[in-house]
């Protein structure tokens, strides 16, 4: 016998609802889904159904498997949502039909909103037979709009020109350096995440033959006071010597589920960072 | 530097309207414009593995082909163009079957490219065509730097990279420090096999596996370690790239169609017209999802080339891509570095922007600039293992697609600063070419000064030049400057350099005589060049062939000296092309400067014939010019024509076919001026038909075949008799015995029986001029009977002469005393020729039953039915009877074949019932009354037989009476 939870939206993105207006009207988003129960019989007899939605902040992820830290105890998780709601007393159920829940997605923990996930937000769904329970699980995504706008930017492009030459170096590991200017752009540094990254750059000069120029988009992640960096992905922009005194432009995308936009929350924070790399030969 | 992200949704698209940041807005209607791409039908194809032979649709009259057709020449290196010089408008021509045909090898001459886009399709042939086998059997470098990104965000895909799979196949696996070497056969099989591969996936819905692929073919462009083996293998690969996009799109477009509830379905034709603005929301992320999976590719060349696979995709988005967008990967392609592959790239696209919005200039523009710095750098540095021209040339399908990108219904700015760009780097032929090629003609027309002064000054090579000016003449054929001094210059450069490419067929031809004239200037002051011989001749084959008036152009003064510049046999085949093509295009010849000048040319031809000349030459020039003289035509005026035929007569002595051309349709002339006055001739006609007749007479005397001279002369006598010339018809049937006469062939004898008969039959209606004796050309065929041998069988066939003339003598009704004397003469002489020949016969008695008999029943035969019944008639009959049956019996008995009877028995009966009849009226002629009418009846026959009669009985000679006696004798002793 198991338990199976679908949901219907198949891309699993759900957007809570957002105040559009003065009056503070609400959209609500509802997730919405069904719970299968899979089983020989026909029919089963139960004693309840309860759904659990939670929404919160861990420190695993999938990807680091278990490189990072382990998975927070319950009481450390920081909450944004918390659901528990009894779908079903108890009865028969037929096993072919699907059971429906729902509930609407927001943040209802005191002085907390959602922010988007990229890990995900879940929905564990407990079921009562007797004295066994069967669960199931399911993630979902949350795409929260307008998280991460810096109050005091908006939505505003800031442009910012760059300069990359001996003298901006911070440290350098080499005795001697060698002589190299290159110029750019980017469009803004205040993103939009469906948008992409846009900006430019000109080699001008370069003592050393260019192997590789590469945009590199870092997530840092601090948490109880220690910070850790990640490489979210590495786009190579030029590739070899390139021709010197030409617009190469700096274009990425935002990949959907390993990046998200920046979250400051009082004991977490996540924020984005980009790396121009230069390889020279 | 520290990016801040945040999301944006609803705040975004409802704020948008405050800020300066604009959504674009999709423009329908150009979306909506349908641009048709070329394909043109291939009929070889290096990849097919067609002959040179291979098909050659039906070809139009002249060998013409099908416009579209392609016709690639595996044996040349260098671009298909380069080959021969000249090019009008006429269609592309294969080479004939008839591999004897003179004319095969002006059957292979270029087309010219149309204004028209020329399609991927088609370039991917041409380009496999100049490289493939450059690479046939050479081995090809896989680079070995695998980077740590191969499959990094991709590698939850199960299976081997595509790179271990093919190392593991590859046959030979010699491992070097740079990468693993495979023929480029094979890895031209491999890259098949991944395309069909990837199909498979697909089916199998497995699409991250396709992905793989189609990145992996990206990365493999990355990979120049065999320069050589480069744009096959770009081709190659965009080809599966091509597919994966189009697979994406496919899916889309199903995707699509089950979202909306099989409401939205997109299908090829209404692609262009579906409001993209109604796709399912599923769908468009969905299409997202391939986009950013495409975006997180590391390394920059496959990155560009994925999003490009997949750009079609990009209307699902609601992004149609923008001029920014492509502007943008225009620009990401600068960080390309390797120039090969920076180019090819550049070059992808060009064409895959040209197949979504070709009215885009911006990004190709960025594009050109772009590349010419990666071609001066290659100029500069060349290759390592290349030679400089080889590695030129590898860049060189890419100059050409990128021009005709940007020249491609280009305007005036585009094409200014295209050409400044041009001028500003390092110059190359190609540049300079696919710039006069591509953009629209208009332009490069009214820029043909500036482009020659280019051609002029930039380029020394001889090749280099004539391929340019090359160009340049078709360009203009498109669009002929306006003014004249443009086309002046062309002319005069073209001249000057020896090269005869422009010619403005349909506008002026004005421009045609000043080529010849000025060809005549250049040839007068060198020495013959074979080479350019030849490119003027197929000038004039071309210019020919296209001709719109085609009688003018053979009007031109120019023309016919200029032939005079070419070797002779070139001058020959020349002569006979355009004659030939005359021939089957122009229904009738009127013009008399025409005719001259057709005569000149023809005269030419008939001139090269001599003894060395092959009879199928021979025939085939007599035809053409039969042909033509054919074709002459005054309508009513035959003077005209007769002076025509005069002249022809003069020009073509030596071809007798011409000459019996000639004859007929001299004698039809006076034939038809019979018809036309309707047999009443006036003074003017009949000297008309009286000159006819004697051209004739002159004429046939000039045939070599004794034959057909007497045939002719027949037919000519005929003719004159109908007009009513006796005078020329006699001394025309007196040319035909004299020619027998000189021409005795015993061989022939019974060909020439049957002429005389033909003739004696002829003579029926009127014996002879009565201005001289009667009978004198009977008199002449007696002679000639009494003069030659004839052989074997001359017995017969005397005897049938004999009788013949009898026959006609009897039918002379018309008659006066001399005359009938005169017949009664003959008819005796007949006769005794007759005993003569039974006499002779008689002595070889045994051999010549059937002969004999023949002989005696003949005359037998004659006698009754045509003469009147008298006593010695009977008796003469009688005996020929007796003698008949004699023979017969004799022969009979001897040899195998019998002899019929029935000949003697009919004739008999005629005999008899003659015999009767004559009794008949004998005996009503002693009634007296009617005996006057009877006789008036019967008066010729009746007084034949009576001047026979005493004739015989008073002028029977010592040899007759012997040669009776000596029958009688004989017949009492058989």
Redo the contacts between chains.
């Keep these: 016998m198991s338990l199976e939870i679908k949901l219907d939206r198949a891309s699993k993105f759900y957007e809570p609802g957002v105040i559009i207006d003065i009056s503070k009207i609400m959209l609500q988003e509802k997730v919405t889904g069904y719970i299968t129960i899979i089983d020989s019989q026909s029919q089963i007899q139960h004693s309840g159904i309860v759904v659990n939605a939670e929404g919160y902040m861990d420190t695993v992820s999938i990807i680091r498997g278990n490189i990072g830290r382990p998975p927070m105890k319950d009481e450390d998780r920081i909450y944004f949502m918390k659901k528990k709601f009894t779908l079903s007393d108890g009865g028969k159920l037929n096993t072919s039909t699907p059971i429906p829940f729902e509930f609407i997605l927001e943040a209802n923990e005191k002085g907390e909103s959602l922010i988007d996930a990229y890990v995900g937000y879940e929905v564990q769904i407990t079921l009562n037979k007797g004295g066994k329970t069967l669960k199931g699980n399911e993630k979902f995504y949350c795409a929260v709009p307008g998280a991460g706008i810096d109050t005091t930017i908006g939505r505003r492009d800031m442009p910012k020109e760059f300069a990359i030459s001996p003298d901006n170096l911070e440290a350098s590991t080499l005795k001697s350096v060698p002589k190299f200017k290159f110029e750019g752009q980017i469009y803004s540094v205040n993103c939009a995440f469906q948008e992409p990254f846009d900006g430019y750059i000109i080699t001008r000069d370069s003592e050393y033959v260019i192997k590789s120029i590469e945009v590199q988009l870092v997530r840092v992640e601090t948490f109880e006071g220690k910070t850790f960096a990640t490489e979210v992905q590495n786009i190579q922009v030029a590739d070899g010597d390139v021709i010197r005194d030409m617009e190469i432009p700096l274009y990425m995308l935002f990949p959907k589920i390993y990046s998200c936009p920046t979250v400051i929350h009082a004991k977490f924070s996540v924020i984005n960072l980009i790396h121009q790399r230069l390889t020279l030969d | 530097?520290?990016?801040?992200?945040?999301?944006?949704?609803?705040?975004?698209y409802?704020?948008s309207s405050y800020?300066y940041?604009e959504v674009s807005k999709r423009n329908y209607e150009l979306e909506q414009v349908k641009f048709q791409l070329q394909g043109k039908k291939v009929r070889e194809h290096p990849l097919l593995g067609g002959g040179e032979d291979a098909g050659s649709a039906p070809a139009g009259a002249f060998g013409q082909q099908n416009k579209n057709v392609l016709y690639l020449d595996q044996n040349k290196n260098v671009e298909e163009e380069d080959v021969d010089g000249d090019d009008e408008d006429s269609p592309k021509k294969t080479k004939k079957e008839d591999k004897n045909d003179p004319y095969a090898e002006y059957m292979t001459l270029d087309s010219r490219p149309t204004g028209e886009f020329e399609s991927w399709e088609a370039k991917k042939v041409k380009i496999l065509a100049v490289f493939r086998p450059q690479t046939e059997n050479q081995e090809v470098m896989i680079g070995d730097n695998r980077d740590r990104?191969i499959d990094r965000?991709i590698r939850l895909g199960k299976g081997k990279s595509r790179m271990d799979q093919l190392e593991k196949r590859s046959t030979t696996t010699s491992r070097s420090n740079q990468g693993t070497l495979i023929s480029a056969r094979d890895f031209t099989q491999q890259l098949e096999k991944l395309n069909r591969e990837m199909k498979r996936f697909w089916e199998k819905e497995d699409k991250v596996a396709c992905m793989r692929i189609a990145i992996q073919c990206a990365k493999l462009l990355?990979d120049v370690e065999t320069p050589l083996f480069y744009p096959q293998k770009f081709i190659l690969l965009t080809d599966i790239l091509d597919n994966f996009g189009s697979l994406v799109f496919g899916r889309m477009k199903k995707l699509t169609k089950e979202h909306s509830g099989g409401k939205i379905v997109i299908t090829d034709a209404n692609e262009d017209q579906i409001d993209y603005t109604k796709i399912p929301d599923?769908v468009r992320?969905i299409c997202m999802?391939w986009?950013?999976k495409s975006?997180?590719i590391?390394?920059?060349?496959p990155?560009i080339y994925l999003e490009l696979a997949l750009v079609s995709c990009h209307r699902f988005i609601q992004r149609r891509v923008q001029q920014g967008d492509l502007i943008?990967l225009s620009?990401?392609i600068?960080?390309?570095?390797?120039p090969l592959c920076a180019t090819y790239t550049c070059a992808y696209l060009a064409r895959v922007g040209h197949s979504i919005d070709p009215n885009q200039k911006e990004y190709l523009m960025n594009m050109v600039e772009?590349a010419y710095?990666?071609y001066n750098?290659a100029i500069k540095n060349g290759h390592s293992k290349l030679s400089q021209e080889q590695y030129f040339s590898l860049f060189e399908p890419t100059i050409d697609w990128l021009f005709q990108c940007v020249g491609h219904n280009a305007n005036k700015q585009t094409f200014i600063k295209v050409y400044d760009m041009y001028e500003n780097n390092p110059k190359k032929a190609i540049y300079l070419k696919s710039i006069i090629r591509y953009f629209p003609s208009e332009l490069i027309a009214s820029a043909t000064t500036t482009v020659i002064g280019a051609i002029k000054d930039h380029f020394i090579s001889e090749d280099d030049r004539l391929s340019l000016i090359k160009e340049m003449g078709l360009t203009l054929l498109r669009s002929p400057p306006k003014k004249n001094q443009s086309k002046l210059d062309f002319i005069n450069f073209g001249w000057d350099q020896f090269a005869i490419k422009n010619l403005n067929q349909n506008s002026v031809n004005l421009f045609i005589k000043e080529i010849f004239r000025k060809f005549q200037d250049f040839a007068l002051s060198t020495t013959s060049d074979d080479d350019l011989f030849k490119k003027l001749e197929f000038l004039l084959v071309k210019v020919m062939m296209t001709a719109q008036d085609f009688s003018e152009l053979i009007g031109f003064e120019n023309l016919l000296g200029l032939l005079n510049y070419f070797p002779i046999s070139v001058k020959n085949k020349l002569c006979e092309m355009m004659l030939k093509f005359f021939v089957d295009h122009h229904p009738k010849l009127q013009d008399g400067f025409l005719i001259h000048s057709i005569f000149q040319i023809a005269k030419t031809l008939h001139d090269k014939i001599d003894s060395m000349s092959s009879d199928e030459e021979i025939k085939r020039i007599s035809k053409t010019l039969c042909k033509i003289i054919r074709k002459i035509d005054f309508g009513k005026d035959f003077d005209k024509t007769l002076i025509v035929y005069t002249t022809a007569r003069g020009l073509f002595i030596n071809l007798d076919e011409v000459t019996e051309t000639l004859i007929t349709q001299v004698v039809s002339l006076a034939a038809k001026a019979h018809f036309y006055v309707k047999g009443k001739h006036s003074q003017k006609t009949i000297s008309f038909v009286k000159a006819c007749i004697a051209y004739s007479h002159i004429t046939i005397p000039t045939l070599e075949s004794m034959d057909k001279q007497v045939q002719y002369f027949m037919l000519t006598a005929q003719v004159g008799l109908m007009n009513g010339l006796l005078g020329e018809t006699d001394s025309l049937l007196k040319g035909v015995l004299s020619t027998i006469d000189e021409n005795f062939d015993q061989k022939k004898v019974n060909q020439i029986a049957d002429t005389i008969l033909n003739i004696l039959g002829f003579l029926v209606i009127v014996p002879s001029n009565p201005e001289t004796s009667f009978f004198q050309l009977v008199e002449g065929i007696l002679s000639l009977l009494k003069n030659h041998e004839w052989g074997s069988t001359q017995h017969i066939l005397k005897t049938k002469i004999h009788i013949e003339i009898e026959v006609i003598v009897s039918y002379s009704v018309i008659g006066n005393e001399e005359f009938k004397r005169e017949a009664t003469q003959l008819m005796d002489y007949c006769f005794d020729q007759i005993l003569e020949s039974i006499e002779k016969l008689n002595d070889v008695k045994q051999s010549y039953y059937p002969e004999l008999f023949q002989i005696c029943i003949l005359a037998a035969n004659t006698l009754v039915q045509n003469c009147a019944i008298s006593k010695k008639i009977d008796s003469f009959v009688n005996k020929m009877f007796k003698m008949a049956d004699g023979y017969l019996t004799e022969n009979n008995k001897v040899s195998g074949e019998k002899i019929n009877r029935n000949v003697i028995n009919l004739t008999f009966e005629n005999f008899r019932k003659k015999k009767e009849v004559f009794a008949a009226q004998q005996q009503n002629q002693t009634s007296g009354a009617s005996a006057q009418q009877q006789m008036q009846q019967q008066p010729p026959r009746q007084s034949v037989s009576q001047q026979q009669q005493q004739p015989q009985m008073q002028q029977m000679n010592p040899a007759q009476q012997l040669a009776q006696a000596m029958k009688q004798r004989q017949m009492m002793s058989s």
Excluded at chain 2, 334 to 338: F, K, L, V
């Design positions: 530097m520290s990016l801040r992200l945040y999301s944006s949704q609803y705040f975004y409802i704020i800020c940041r990104d965000p990355n599923k992320e999802n986009f950013l975006a997180c590391r390394e920059v060349l990155r943008r620009k990401m600068r960080g390309i570095a390797e772009f710095k990666h750098y």
